[in-house]
């Protein structure tokens, strides 16, 4: 069965850097695009990117000057990196499967983590 | 960005029921729309896509319909495993957005 696993620190400071992991097992990251969404509490989901296995990436606007993502297919893993946190970064962060980009875009995502908390806080 | 809203907020249903729920759209995305299910603690499973088309393993009882800037999620005869939170999310555009989610609570 394909499973999606966040990992990550549950708490960090503010202005510090946010680090996760999301780890892929029974499948390979291979020919897929991969994102990071989270869910800050009391409020809707946020898209924050994606990377593709080749390591080509899309951030959202709003979050682009912090968030670095990479990814190591050798160990099935991709990366969120978001710098300068504040409250305001309180979330859920989930990873999941998607978009599916080729000659069209289905910009939608088939397969989540069930996410992991991150508080903010001194 | 594309502002997406649902309602209503929350509904409280009994096993059997017919529900609907909303999601609006603040311009036309056509169909490009996904409806997401989600339950605490579990990972959100995709249940539509373009706005009508069921996921593979997901019950027929669910189903889809809009076009343009309005859509339904409807689920025919509600049973004990669908109480849960149900987001709609716009594929139209990046970024993608998401509406704030309906919760089907047990009545």
């Known amino acids: 069965q394909v499973q999606l696993h966040e990992s990550g620190p549950g708490l960090v400071k503010p202005s510090e850097t946010l680090s996760l992991t999301c780890a892929l097992s029974?499948?390979?990251?291979?020919?897929?695009?991969w994102s990071w969404i989270r869910q800050p509490p009391g409020r809707a989901l946020e898209w924050v990117g994606y990377?593709?296995?080749?390591?080509?990436?899309h951030y959202n606007p709003s979050l682009k000057s912090r968030v670095t993502m990479s990814v190591a297919t050798s160990k099935n893993q991709f990366s969120l990196k978001l710098t300068s946190v504040t409250a305001a970064d309180t979330a859920v962060y989930f990873c999941?499967?998607?978009?599916?980009?080729?000659?069209?875009?289905?910009?939608?995502?088939?397969?989540w983590g069930r996410g992991t908390l991150v508080t903010v806080s001194s | 960005d594309i502002q997406m809203t649902q309602s209503p907020s929350s509904v409280s249903a009994s096993v059997g029921d017919r529900v609907s729920i909303t999601c609006r759209a603040s311009q036309g995305i056509s169909t490009w729309l996904a409806w997401y299910q989600h339950k605490p603690g579990k990972a959100p499973t995709l249940l539509m896509y373009a706005a009508s088309s069921l996921q593979s393993g997901v019950p027929s009882r669910f189903s889809g319909s809009g076009s343009g800037t309005d859509f339904t999620l409807t689920i025919s005869s509600l049973q004990p495993e669908d109480f849960a939170t149900y987001y709609c999310q716009q594929g139209d555009s990046f970024p993608v957005t998401f509406g704030p989610g309906t919760k089907v609570e047990i009545k």
């Open positions: 029974g499948g390979s990251l291979n020919s897929y695009y």
């Open positions: 990377i593709y296995y080749t390591g080509s990436t």
């Open positions: 999941a499967r998607g978009p599916f980009c080729g000659a069209h875009c289905y910009r939608y995502f088939d397969l």
